[in-house]
C-alpha cells in the first residue's frame, strides 16, 4: 500500500502562488503516472495535471500556463507549482499516483 501525504495547501489571494507537494512512502521512480485532480464537493474530481513515466506533463485548459507539475526524486515527492491564481481554483486538490490517492488538501483563493 503506497502512502501518499500532502501538503502546502491554505488561504491564498487571487494572484498570488502556491506549491503543493505530495510525498510517496515508496521511491518515486516506481511509477509510471503521478497527477494532480481537484475536487468541490458535491462534484466530480477534475483533472488538473499529470507526468507520466518519460516526464511528460499534460494540464487542464483552465491551468495550462500557470500551473507547473514536476517531482523530486530524491526527496520522493510530487509538486504542483500554481501562478496566478483565481478563486476558480478553490478546491480539494488530491494527489494521484498510480491506483492510489492523497488525502486532499484545500486551496481557498480569497482576499
Known amino acids: 500500500q503506497v502512502q501518499l501525504v500532502e501538503s502546502g495547501g491554505g488561504l491564498v489571494e487571487p494572484g498570488w502562488s502556491r506549491r503543493l507537494a505530495c510525498k510517496t512512502s515508496e521511491s518515486i521512480w516506481k511509477f509510471n503516472t503521478m497527477g494532480w485532480y481537484r475536487q468541490v464537493p458535491g462534484k466530480e474530481r477534475e483533472f488538473v495535471a499529470s507526468?507520466?513515466?518519460?516526464?511528460?506533463?499534460n494540464y487542464s485548459d483552465s491551468v495550462k500556463s500557470r500551473f507547473t507539475i514536476f517531482k523530486d526524486t530524491r526527496k520522493n515527492t510530487l509538486y504542483l507549482h500554481m501562478n496566478l491564481l483565481e478563486p476558480e481554483d478553490t478546491d480539494v486538490y488530491f494527489c494521484n499516483v498510480e491506483v492510489y490517492w492523497g488525502q486532499g488538501t484545500q486551496i481557498t483563493v480569497s482576499s
Open positions: 507526468l507520466d513515466g518519460s516526464d511528460t506533463a
